[in-house]
């Protein structure tokens, strides 16, 4: 499975950006897929998850309420729709998949398949 993210971009606070990761081959309607993130000099954090129907989500506090992970089986895509952006949000973006939901939640080192990444900046 390869993973292309795209949609990165510069953006004042308060702006909107959407994240797409486009994956390659025919499992993808089986696999899990996330979003991480990673600012200058900090580890990667967890950003956003959902299963592999889209009927499960997760979210990591500090973007609740202002990011949503969506997919489309049919384009092999998954999205994140980025509202509300605050300076804070500035990072490099990764899009992330597996077969194994608990992998993706709590063990990203070992998760199967990661995306190139995709720079966000947002400017106050």
């Known amino acids: 499975v390869q993973l292309q993210a795209s949609g990165g971009g510069l953006v004042q606070a308060g702006g909107s950006l959407r994240l797409s990761c486009g994956a390659s081959?025919?499992?993808?309607?089986?696999?899990?897929m996330a979003w991480f993130r990673q600012a200058p000099g900090k580890e990667r954090e967890f950003v956003a998850a959902i299963n592999y129907s889209g009927d499960n989500t997760a979210y990591a506090d500090s973007v609740k309420g202002r990011l949503t992970i969506s997919r489309d089986n049919g384009k092999n895509t998954v999205y994140l729709q980025m509202n509300s952006l605050k300076p804070e949000d500035t990072a490099v973006y990764y899009c992330a998949a597996d077969y194994n939901y608990r992998k993706i939640m709590y063990f990203s080192t070992i998760v199967d398949y990661w995306g190139q990444g995709t720079q966000v900046t947002v400017s106050s």
């Open positions: 081959g025919d499992t993808f309607s089986t696999l899990d």
